[in-house]
């Protein structure tokens, strides 16, 4: 792994001084029920990586957080360890279902220095990872690669029809059972002077979902699901593709080539809504950042901070030079929002601030 050579500071100390950010030593899956009895060890592991570890090794590594689970069983039998610190690695577990365990090994960042007899000295940096990014990361991770029946991908329907990605949210969950209950819920329209009486079909075709009302007379059968299913599916995957596709062209057409002076992350925790000027997509398959590790390290700090209480607040943080951070939450939402201004005081933070909410969240309340 190359190491990036740290431009802070002057002398000779700070001209051989090296850093390495965290690395994932190891990641692993296991079930202490698959192995109970000794020479079984091995049965345990579902998933080892790196692969090339030697056996001895995987076993003993298994061992090791099966019986920090247990220990801290002790302490807390209703909830077990979720992660280990030490100098040089930090450790994160996940229980998603049970007996199944989930262990990811992140090694501390690094900070490389040469003593004056010229022998490298080595500084692990043991509170720069935070807990609850690296639970989040283990929990996401199981909620991607996990099977789930309803949430399967593409799939080949009746014979001679075209493949898509169509599915009912409500009414049978497969079409090719031929016992599948149709059963809708039931939802009152008004309509003039009068509620009528009506099925409700929700169809969902990727990130497109498309809702049928029929009167609650006609009784649907598994044969109406397959021929709606049918018409329905493929439309509406090509449709849903088509708008993703032209919703990326208009975003990269209408994108500013210059730099805001600031950049906000908003999540709203009851109905999930989320909205982000920090992470941009480089590639279709990794993720970045567009502000400084540390500034990001702050973010974590201030939101572990808001987990902590449950009444609203607002955190403002003087970061380097010339960046602000600021947190708020207010009625279980919550708005993070990094400035660079210079020279600038509280004052004027806490009203750039105010003029951000005002044009990007206008329809939002937010406490002052």
């Known amino acids: 792994m190359a190491a990036a050579a740290a431009g802070a500071g002057s002398g000779p100390w700070a001209a051989q001084e090296k850093q390495f950010p965290p690395a994932l030593l190891s990641f692993f899956i296991y079930n202490p029920r698959f192995g109970p009895r000794e020479g079984q060890e091995e049965n345990k592991i579902l998933f080892y990586h790196p692969n090339e570890v030697e056996k001895n090794e995987k076993i003993r590594n298994v061992g090791l957080c099966e019986a920090i689970v247990q220990f801290t069983r002790t302490f807390s039998p209703s909830k077990p360890a979720k992660s280990l610190h030490t100098q040089k690695n930090r450790q994160f577990f996940n229980e998603p279902e049970e007996n199944f365990w989930m262990v990811m090994v992140v090694r501390n960042p690094i900070i490389e220095k040469q003593s004056k007899d010229g022998k490298p000295v080595i500084e692990y940096q043991e509170e720069e990872l935070l807990d609850k990014v690296y ?209 600038a005081n509280l004052i004027e933070v806490n009203e750039e601030v105010k003029k951000l909410c005002a044009t990007q969240f206008n329809n939002i309340f937010f406490l002052d």
């Open 135 to 343: 639970s989040s990361v283990l929990r996401q991770c199981y909620s991607m690669y996990k099977l789930a029946g309803r949430d399967s991908p593409i799939r080949a329907e009746m014979p001679g029809n075209l493949q898509h990605y169509g599915r009912f949210l409500t009414g049978p969950l497969n079409l090719n059972d031929p016992d599948a209950k149709c059963r809708f819920p039931k939802i009152f329209v008004n309509t003039d002077d009068t509620y009528e009486e009506l099925h409700l079909i929700v169809y969902k075709a990727m990130s497109a979902a498309v809702c049928f009302m029929i009167d609650a007379s006609v009784h649907p059968t598994l044969d109406f699901c397959r021929r709606l299913d049918s018409i329905v599916g493929p439309q509406l995957t090509v449709l849903a593709s088509d708008i993703c596709e032209q919703f990326n062209i208009n975003k990269r057409m209408s994108g500013s080539e210059k730099e805001p002076q600031f950049k906000f992350i908003y999540f709203n925790h009851m109905n999930l809504a989320e909205k982000s000027t920090v992470h941009m997509r480089k590639t279709p398959s990794v993720s970045l950042t567009s502000v400084h590790p540390d500034l990001m390290k702050i973010l974590g700090d201030i939101n572990s901070d808001f987990t902590r209480v449950d009444e609203d607040e607002e955190i403002i943080v003087k970061a380097m030079s010339d960046y602000w951070v600021v947190g708020k939450k207010s009625d279980r939402r919550e708005l993070y929002v990094i400035l660079n201004q210079k020279n």
